[in-house]
C-alpha cells in the first residue's frame, strides 16, 4: 500500500495523468467517517486544450455512495464519469470541492493489461501484499482468499497471459481485496469483454460487496443489463450527478432520454 493510501493498481495511473492539464486550487482528500463509503461534494475539474482554452469536465459535481454496497455510475459518453471516478480516486485533483473516501481503495483500470503485471496469477496478487511486512503465509492466506471471492482460486499458478480479458480483470480485482481495499472504483471493466467474461467480472464484483470487511464498489458501465446486480446507481449528465437513486428508477429515467433524444433526432430529419 502507497502511503497515500491508493494500492498498487492505482500506482500505475499516475503516468496515464497529464499533470499539465490539472488545475491545482486546492486538495481536500479526507477520510470518511459515517455509513457512506464515498462521498464528493461539490466537485469541480477543467482541462486545458492544446489551444489555451480552458473546457470545465466536472461542475460542482455531488455524489454519495452508501457502504458495503454495489453502486453504477452512468451517463453519456463525455458526461464526466472517468474524470469523476479518477478525482474519488485522487488520481486527478479537483479545483474545487471535496472528497471522503473509505480506505485503502482501489481503482481497477478499463484494461487490464495496464495493471496485471506480474508473469503469474499468484505473484500479481501478491503483488501489492510486500510493503505490508507480512509472514509469507499470512501474503498466502490473503492471495487465496483473494483469488476464491473472485473464483480465480483453480488459475493460482497460471501464468498471466494464458488469461482471458475478463479473467485478468478478476486477477485485479483479487490484488485489490488482497490489500483490504474497502472502496473499489472499477472503470468500464467490462467494454472489452465477451459476454462470458462480462458474467464473470460482475459477479466475482457482486460476491466481494459487503462482507465483514463491508466493501463498496463504484461501477462505470454502457451497459444496461449490469444495473441488475446493481444496489443503486447514479446518472450523470454534462459533468454533474442528474439522478442518484434505485435501479428502477434509474433505468425509467434512461429509458425516458433515449424516447426524448430519437423524438428530437426525428425532428430535426424531417
Ligand atoms: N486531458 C484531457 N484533455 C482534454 N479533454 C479532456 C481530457 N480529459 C477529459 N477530457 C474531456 O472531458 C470530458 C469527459 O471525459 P470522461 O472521460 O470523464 O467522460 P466519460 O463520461 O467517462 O466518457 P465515456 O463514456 O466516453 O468514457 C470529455 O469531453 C473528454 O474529452
New binding site residues.
Partial sequence: MRSDGLSHSCAFSLSFV?QK?LLVRRRLVVRASSDFAIQGRDLSFS?T?LQGKV?P?LNRCSITIPEGQLWMLL?P???????LLKVLAGLLIPTDGAVHIKRPKSYVFQNPDHQVVMPTVEADVAFGLGKLNLTVDEVRSRVMKSLEAVGMLQYLLRPIQTLSGGQKQRVAIAGALAESSRVLLLD?LTTFLDENDQMGVIKAVRNTIGGLEKVTALW?T?RLEELDYADGAVYMDDGKVVMHGNVSDIKNYIKEQQVAYAKKKNRKNL
Avoid at 77 to 83: A, M, P
Fill in positions: 497529464n492539464h482541462v486544450t473546457v469536465v451517463g459518453n463525455g458526461c464526466g464519469k472517468s474524470t468500464e462505470v454502457h
